[in-house]
């Protein structure tokens, strides 16, 4: 069997500044027809520059210094713009992360699948809106007459994802290549859409590149891997057997990186609580004048719960179910407009404005994203420092106690001097931590801390966090919708949707036997269920 | 330093710096090489550039050394520039800052006074302060800086609506920051690259007012300012019109200088913007 596509050893050429020479250091793949080949990474492994210099859309300064990519028996490398323009679409179509942003928001979803047939063929209005139809038919999306007349912002995030695929698929392209196509999506949706997918590859014959940073996905689609690791493929073969039995140790690593999604033995909690949430909601209000034709959402609808002293709670539940706001309400960034809030006996939900900034040192929190949490302009230890110096501490004493703490979460105390750009994603996240544990807070409030750090810069800081836990005796509720770090790291677990709290419970009850029916359709949903169990035995003979 | 070496690689900016420098070191050398009062009788009137020795750009149609008025000139130019973007950008900011992060009602509030400034024509609103309050060069460079902050505020309400709910802020407030100390502490340092920019602009303007209120015969009479020369040479500009050509030469280049620097300095602070 020959290869639709074939990479044969390309190299990308990086600008001078960037931190390696080369994006990708001849890199050989072959794609054959009827197969999902899937190239996993972490960020900056050169794995989306593989998709995009195949569809040569790389970003000014970067270019091709070597290597053929061979299609149909042409070379994509050399090949000049206006042919270029040919194959992209109707020979070689793409899938990109955020449907939102690659869809145009001010034209219609039917308007922008039909400019595929505008622009490739000579089909007349009406054809054109019978292909539509059909291609949205095909996709699976509900309602596809009031589909093709939507805008994007009017869909859901896996229907706008639907309507990228029916896009991509509308000329029948020999090759799809998908770059993270479900990294933005809700964990039941992305199990629809990779269903939908292989459905689809498999009807149509069609040769799949998917690019992923998620062995889930790869154990739930993919036919053969290759593994991409500082822009080099150090490892491809069959899924079941680079899964199964990985050879290279970075793919080792990788995958043993991977939380399994059992829970250890629970761990021995003392009933005292140290936080009681009781009753608590926020409304969010949006639109009419003197209450009419408003829109009344219940971020957070009556929730209560309780977290014992030196145990870990994780709230759970895709985008939009409320766990967010709760942690802001926690903390008080959000105002909860019912409900109690208490800790060590203080209700922090009745305190003014005034009062929360003192009781601040009570309960800290550790937020998502590491690049936008701290400030770019004020150096790492002094953000560390400054909780202290507004609780009273003198500046001097401040500085040395972030030394400290950087030693704590494990960075270079001489680091303090530096500014935040100068770390990396995972050193970011521990100078979050760093700075919420100056105050010696009871409990950290820790919202989604792992979910934008690559699978082994996760499994550090997560052990990192179990540590403190033990060392200093924190009490932690812990945000996440990724339920395999749930059941790493939490004793107690409450699954929230639509702002309510539909099962919680000891971690291994609520994953082992769960009671309601969404609990079990999320769990249902995560890919590749068994990967890292299949691992364990694996990696324990090993050792 | 990164900053200076991406400032130097434009020409137009390094360009903008040299004609800059060269202004400046006309306001400073204005005292050791024309040591008499710029605005004292010299000699003949309306002496042609060129034509005496003694008077390198001729004199104006009272007799006075043109050229020593336009070194004196740069001084008050520069000054009223400097002096009336101060007070725009600093009251631009403090509106501006407080709107954005408070939004609400007190961003209604400050936005509607805004609004209303910038719907009057600002050269009509000078015209009237500088009307009730007089024209000494005080008053002239307040109500500038008065009548040109409302951009200010825009920009930098702008850079607070979208700072103020970075998760680097709500950390600052987590750790039991005071608002105050967020707003100028944390959020206003990431917001100002832009306001300073934009302040070129602002002193540009600010000078050309100046000169335009001069130029009306409205401005200070009792300083040397190069708008005052333009609007002297008012009355002899069609023979004799190198009286206003000089000092309109002396304005343009300060301006442009000016912003030339500003767009420098634009293209250093955001270096991703360049090339598109």
Redesign the interface.
């Known amino acids: 069997m020959s290869a639709i596509l074939s990479l044969e050893a390309v190299s990308v050429r990086l600008p001078k500044n960037a931190d390696r020479p080369h994006a990708m250091s001849e890199v050989s793949l072959a794609l054959h027809a009827n197969e999902i080949l899937c190239v996993v990474g972490e960020s900056g492994s050169g794995k989306s520059m593989t998709a995009n210099s195949v569809m040569r859309l790389l970003p000014?300064g970067v270019f091709i210094d070597g290597g053929r990519i061979l299609f149909e028996g042409r070379d994509l490398a050399s090949l000049g713009e206006a042919e270029m323009r040919k194959v992209r679409g109707a020979g070689i179509a793409m899938i990109f992360q955020e449907p939102m942003t690659a869809l145009n928001p001010l034209r219609t979803i039917g308007d922008q699948i039909g400019e595929m047939f505008q622009l490739h063929t000579d089909l007349g209005k009406a054809e054109i809106a019978a292909k539509v139809q059909e291609l949205l038919e095909e996709v699976r999306i509900p309602e596809p007459k009031a589909a093709a007349k939507a805008y994007p912002h009017e869909l859901s995030g896996g229907q706008r994802q639907r309507a990228m695929i029916a896009m991509a698929l509308a000329l029948d392209p020999k090759v799809l290549i998908a770059d993270e196509p479900t990294t933005a999506l809700d964990v039941t949706t992305q199990a629809q859409i990779l269903e939908l997918i292989r459905d689809l590859q498999k009807r149509k014959g069609t040769a799949v590149l998917f690019i992923t940073h998620d062995f889930g996905v790869v154990a739930e689609i993919a036919d053969r891997v290759a593994v991409m690791s500082q822009g080099r493929v150090v490892e491809q073969g069959a899924a079941a057997e680079v899964l199964g039995n990985p050879q290279h140790p970075y793919t080792k690593q990788l995958i043993a990186a991977v939380p399994p999604l059992e829970a250890p033995p629970p761990r021995e909690l003392v009933s005292e609580p140290i936080l009681t949430i009781e009753h608590v909601s926020k409304t969010y209000r949006t639109g009419g004048f003197l209450g009419r034709g408003q829109r009344v959402t219940h971020a957070v609808k009556d929730v209560s719960l309780t977290l014992p002293k030196g145990a870990t709670l994780g709230i759970v539940g895709e985008s939009g179910s409320g766990k967010s706001t709760l942690a802001?309400c926690l903390?008080r960034?959000i105002d909860p407009e019912s409900g109690s809030i208490r800790i060590s006996g203080t209700d922090l939900a009745s305190l003014s404005k005034s009062e929360?900034?003192?009781a601040?040192?009570h309960i800290?929190?550790v937020?998502?994203?590491p690049f936008?949490?701290?400030?770019?302009?004020?150096k790492a230890g002094e953000a560390v420092a400054?909780?202290l110096i507004?609780?009273g501490r003198p500046r001097p004493e401040a500085m040395i106690r972030a030394k400290e703490l950087f030693a704590l979460v494990g960075l270079d105390p001489s680091a303090t001097d530096r500014y935040p750009h100068e770390f990396s994603g995972g050193q970011r996240q521990r100078i979050?931590l760093a700075?919420?544990l100056a105050?010696e807070p009871q409990v950290l409030v820790a919202d989604e801390p792992v979910s934008a750090l690559d699978v082994s810069v996760q499994a550090q800081v997560l052990k990192l966090l179990a540590e403190l836990r033990q060392r200093l005796g924190l009490s932690i509720v812990f945000i996440t919708h990724d339920l395999r770090v749930a059941a790493q790291v939490c004793d107690i677990v409450a699954v929230m949707k639509n702002g309510e709290v539909v099962e919680t419970g000891p971690i291994g009850a609520v994953f082992g036997q769960p009671q309601h029916p969404y609990t079990r359709s999320l769990l249902a949903s995560i890919p590749g269920v068994g990967l890292g169990r299949a691992l364990r035995p694996a990696e324990e003979a090993s050792a | 330093m990164s900053f200076l070496k991406l400032y130097f690689r434009s020409p137009p900016a390094v360009i903008g710096l040299v004609l800059l420098l060269l202004v400046l070191a006309m306001a400073a050398s204005a005292d050791w090489l024309y040591p008499r009062d710029p605005l004292a009788l010299a000699g003949r009137p309306l002496v042609w550039p060129f034509s005496n020795p003694r008077f390198l750009l001729g004199t104006d149609n009272s007799g006075r050394d043109i050229a020593a008025q336009i070194f004196h000139g740069a001084r008050i130019s520069l000054l009223i520039g400097l002096v009336a973007t101060v007070i725009s950008v600093l009251i631009g900011i403090t509106i501006g800052a407080f709107a954005g992060y408070y939004g609400d009602w007190v961003d209604t509030a400050l936005m509607r006074v805004t609004e209303a400034f910038q719907t009057l024509p600002n050269f009509i609103l000078l015209l009237v302060l500088v009307a009730v309050f007089g024209s000494t060069i005080t008053t002239v460079t307040v109500a500038i800086g008065i009548v040109s902050w409302p951009a200010s505020a825009r920009l930098t309400r702008a850079e607070f609506l979208s700072l103020r709910n970075r998760e680097f802020v709500q950390a600052g407030r987590t750790l039991g920051l005071r608002d105050i100390k967020l707003i100028f502490g944390e959020i206003l340092p990431n917001a100002l690259p832009p306001v300073i920019v934009y302040a070129s602009v602002v002193m540009a303007i600010a000078i050309l007012l100046e000169s335009a209120l001069a130029f009306l015969k409205l401005s200070d009479p009792n300083v040397a300012s190069w708008g005052n020369l333009i609007g002297a040479g008012r009355d002899v500009l069609r023979v004799q019109w190198y009286v206003s050509a000089i000092p309109g030469v002396a304005i343009l280049v300060t301006v442009l200088a000016v912003s030339l620097v500003g767009q420098g300095l634009n293209d250093a602070l955001n270096p991703r913007l360049k090339g598109r």
């Open positions: 000014p802001r903390v960034l929360m900034r003192a601040t040192r800290q929190m937020f998502q994203d936008a949490s701290l400030n770019p302009r004020r400054q909780g507004v609780h979050g700075r919420a105050l």
